[in-house]
């Protein structure tokens, strides 16, 4: 290749019109080519660029930067959908912020592969290449000329991305009215659609741009606009015909639930909650090779009670898992930044479980399989009052795999803590698990017979979660028998987090649950076992968020108003949350109602 050759196509490679056209390109495919959705996110790719040549002073490395954003943002939008169910949020830029504040050197130092680091110095060769090859927009012999300039773009440039953030944010302005209009327009059409929650998210998105834009509508946390009302009747006169909170009082006062036996005056248990990460059981599907899926961990002689648990996240997001079964808060009640509640919501809670049972004279005691510094977890158990965080690197246990902590670890954990904890108080364990977290491998060999009933990919990855369950089932069942033998009064509490994603394919499973659905993303089941006579606590589908209340129940107690209200609901709704709205709706504002009460928002 001759040199003028080379310099040819060095500058088509290097040319603006060449990626101008990329942009052009990528912006209508990640804009599902629909013509609102594509000229909207042009212009407000051209204010990008704008703001990005004002601040570098280049113009190739700024219509590059933006196709970079362009696609970064479409691939992590895909990501969200097909692991959690739900599009990138402002929540994903506080949990990233929260990941530098909290080491995330030494997570990708101990755990990124190889091809993850390749991938990083790529993408960071690409910026310093297309920067130093990019000319720049404003220059000038005159020192001074330049730097004043330099200031005045910068400026300029911090003056336009807080304009153009407050036009969007603020319900009044044009800008937030018109992305408003193209969001609701789209959930409208998606909902239309007869395909799964999956592709219903991914069909949500707007494009890349005005995805990011949409962030800035949940810049705080909020009550969302169907709530609001309720909220604003707690002085109401007559709360038997309201919805505010008054009314589920007032209900709680005229038609009281009878007391069970766990309220009387008993020995408090010892009480373990274990969170299994990314469990559900096998046996509810609807194969017939599901048939010999079965589980001791989910069937033995200590289980008291058991079913379906609801869940309200899919995918990922244990910490929404965690803050609703501590709490009793569900964190889509509310709108803005709530995707991960322990790094922005969890200090604005005023209820928890962990402060209730310490009124009743526990030793709450957390145990992390992770870095108790991971989402805030942290700060979030410090606000709610725990006596003592730990994580399995208290204990010298550095993974290979980060997925990779066995049960047999945890149960010693635990065993250790309750050994170490005063020998005058009850002890709550709360215990969070890992060995079935995702990705699940696609390359499994079919051990349980599903290759004639599913595709290779889902075959695969299901053949990769039962080993894992297997294994589960082995290191669990021995720690469960230990503590049931103990001699002290104790309840063994575990639930799934959520459903695993199989990279969005596990919506393709059919299941058969009690109440004939064959398929929810947002169900994993609970058992409760006991070394000794407890109430009843079956249900075919129970909300997770009922969890404090029953734990209060069980440890003798029944907390606050809160707390009662979330038992007097649990009873009244069958174990249901959401679908209560149909059975009692006046009840279920009000509990609504005493839910946006929880929270200190404006």
């Given at each position: 290749?001759?040199?003028?050759?080379?310099?040819?196509?060095?500058?088509?490679?290097?040319?603006?019109?060449?990626?101008?056209?990329?942009?052009?390109?990528?912006?209508?495919?990640?804009?599902?080519f629909?013509?609102?959705?594509?000229?909207?996110?042009?212009?407000?790719?051209?204010?990008?660029?704008?703001?990005?040549?004002?601040?570098?002073?280049?113009?190739?490395?700024?219509?590059?930067?933006?196709?970079?954003?362009?696609?970064?943002?479409?691939?992590?939008?895909?990501?969200?959908?097909?692991?959690?169910?739900?599009?990138?949020?402002l929540?994903?830029?506080?949990?990233?912020i929260?990941?530098?504040?909290?080491?995330?050197?030494?997570?990708?130092?101990?755990?990124?592969?190889?091809s993850?680091?390749?991938?990083?110095?790529?993408?960071?060769?690409?910026?310093?290449?297309?920067?130093?090859?990019?000319?720049?927009?404003?220059?000038?012999?005159?020192?001074?000329?330049?730097?004043?300039?330099?200031?005045?773009?910068?400026?300029?440039?911090?003056?336009?991305?807080?304009?153009?953030?407050?036009?969007?944010?603020?319900?009044?302005?044009?800008?937030?009215?018109?992305?408003?209009?193209?969001?609701?327009?789209?959930?409208?059409?998606?909902?239309?659609?007869?395909?799964?929650?999956?592709?219903?998210?991914?069909?949500?998105?707007?494009?890349?741009?005005?995805?990011?834009?949409?962030?800035?509508?949940?810049?705080?946390?909020?009550?969302?606009?169907?709530?609001?009302?309720?909220?604003?009747?707690?002085?109401?006169?007559?709360?038997?015909?309201?919805?505010?909170?008054?009314?589920?009082?007032?209900?709680?006062?005229?038609?009281?639930?009878?007391?069970?036996?766990a309220?009387?005056?008993?020995?408090?248990p010892?009480?373990?909650?274990?969170?299994?990460?990314?469990?559900?059981?096998?046996?509810?599907?609807?194969?017939?090779?599901?048939?010999?899926?079965?589980?001791?961990?989910?069937?033995?002689?200590?289980?008291?009670?058991?079913?379906?648990?609801?869940?309200?996240?899919?995918?990922?997001?244990?910490?929404?898992?965690e803050?609703?079964?501590?709490?009793?808060?569900?964190?889509?009640?509310?709108?803005?930044?709530?995707?991960?509640?322990?790094?922005?919501?969890?200090?604005?809670t005023?209820?928890?479980?962990?402060?209730?049972?310490?009124?009743?004279?526990?030793?709450?005691?957390?145990?992390?399989?992770?870095?108790?510094?991971?989402?805030?977890?942290?700060?979030?158990?410090?606000?709610?009052?725990?006596?003592?965080?730990?994580?399995?690197?208290?204990?010298?246990?550095?993974?290979?795999?980060?997925?990779?902590?066995?049960?047999?670890?945890?149960?010693?954990?635990?065993?250790?803590?309750?050994?170490?904890?005063?020998?005058?108080?009850?002890?709550?364990?709360?215990?969070?698990?890992?060995?079935?977290?995702?990705?699940?491998?696609?390359?499994?060999?079919?051990?349980?017979?599903?290759?004639?009933?599913?595709?290779?990919s889902?075959?695969?990855?299901?053949?990769?979660?039962?080993?894992?369950?297997?294994?589960?089932?082995?290191?669990?069942?021995?720690?469960?028998?230990?503590?049931?033998?103990?001699?002290k009064?104790?309840i063994?509490?575990?639930?799934?987090?959520?459903?695993?994603?199989?990279?969005?394919?596990?919506?393709?499973l059919?299941?058969?649950?009690?109440?004939?659905v064959?398929?929810?993303?947002?169900?994993?089941?609970?058992?409760?076992?006991?070394?000794?006579?407890?109430?009843?606590?079956?249900?075919?589908?129970?909300?997770?968020?009922?969890?404090?209340?029953?734990?209060?129940?069980?440890?003798?107690?029944?907390?606050?108003?809160?707390?009662?209200?979330?038992?007097?609901?649990?009873?009244?709704?069958?174990?249901?949350?959401?679908?209560?709205?149909?059975?009692?709706?006046?009840?279920?504002?009000?509990?609504?109602?005493?839910?946006?009460?929880?929270?200190?928002?404006?």
């Open positions: 290749m001759t040199y003028k050759s080379w310099k040819k196509i060095k500058n088509i490679i290097f040319s603006n019109s060449i990626w101008i056209f990329a942009l052009v390109i990528a912006t209508i495919f990640t804009s599902h629909d013509p609102i959705l594509i000229f909207t996110n042009f212009l407000i790719a051209a204010l990008f660029i704008l703001v990005s040549v004002l601040v570098t002073n280049r113009v190739l490395f700024s219509i590059f930067l933006c196709l970079f954003v362009t696609l970064a943002m479409h691939i992590a939008t895909n990501m969200k959908a097909e692991y959690l169910s739900r599009l990138v949020e929540s994903d830029i506080l949990i990233v929260s990941l530098f504040k909290n080491g995330v050197g030494d997570l990708l130092s101990t755990y990124l592969t190889k993850g680091i390749f991938l990083i110095l790529v993408v960071l060769l690409a910026f310093i290449i297309f920067y130093s090859s990019s000319k720049s927009f404003f220059i000038s012999k005159n020192k001074l000329t330049y730097y004043i300039t330099r200031i005045l773009m910068l400026v300029m440039a911090f003056f336009i991305v807080r304009g153009y953030i407050l036009s969007i944010a603020i319900a009044r302005n044009y800008p937030h009215q018109h992305i408003l209009g193209i969001k609701v327009a789209r959930i409208e059409k998606c909902e239309s659609k007869d395909i799964n929650d999956i592709e219903k998210v991914k069909c949500r998105s707007m494009g890349s741009f005005l995805n990011l834009s949409n962030i800035a509508f949940d810049y705080r946390i909020s009550k969302k606009k169907e709530w609001r009302q309720a909220d604003t009747n707690n002085l109401i006169i007559r709360p038997e015909t309201s919805v505010s909170s008054g009314y589920i009082k007032y209900k709680m006062e005229k038609e009281p639930l009878p007391k069970t036996d309220q009387k005056d008993q020995e408090r010892n009480i373990v909650v274990a969170l299994n990460e990314s469990i559900f059981d096998p046996s509810y599907l609807d194969y017939e090779f599901a048939e010999k899926l079965k589980f001791k961990f989910f069937n033995d002689e200590h289980i008291k009670s058991s079913g379906v648990l609801r869940v309200h996240t899919f995918g990922g997001g244990t910490c929404i898992s803050y609703a079964a501590l709490t009793g808060v569900v964190h889509d009640v509310f709108g803005g930044a709530v995707g991960y509640p322990f790094v922005n919501m969890a200090e604005r005023n209820h928890n479980l962990i402060a209730e049972l310490k009124k009743l004279g526990y030793y709450t005691v957390i145990v992390y399989s992770t870095s108790k510094k991971f989402v805030d977890a942290n700060k979030a158990f410090s606000h709610f009052g725990v006596d003592k965080f730990v994580d399995i690197w208290e204990y010298n246990y550095t993974p290979v795999d980060w997925r990779d902590i066995p049960e047999k670890l945890l149960g010693f954990i635990v065993e250790n803590e309750i050994q170490k904890a005063p020998k005058d108080k009850p002890v709550f364990v709360f215990v969070s698990t890992m060995r079935n977290h995702g990705p699940h491998k696609k390359d499994v060999e079919d051990k349980i017979g599903c290759a004639s009933s599913l595709n290779e889902v075959c695969s990855q299901l053949n990769d979660y039962i080993n894992r369950l297997t294994k589960t089932d082995e290191e669990w069942n021995g720690f469960i028998e230990k503590i049931m033998k103990s001699g009064n104790t063994f509490f575990n639930f799934g987090d959520h459903q695993p994603s199989f990279d969005g394919e596990i919506a393709k059919k299941f058969k649950y009690p109440d004939n064959t398929s929810d993303i947002y169900r994993t089941f609970y058992n409760i076992r006991a070394n000794f006579d407890i109430p009843n606590y079956n249900y075919k589908i129970l909300d997770i968020s009922y969890f404090p209340s029953m734990i209060l129940e069980m440890a003798g107690g029944s907390g606050n108003n809160f707390y009662k209200a979330s038992s007097y609901m649990r009873e009244r709704c069958n174990g249901l949350f959401k679908e209560c709205k149909k059975l009692h709706p006046k009840l279920f504002e009000s509990y609504k109602s005493l839910m946006v009460e929880q929270l200190n928002i404006d």
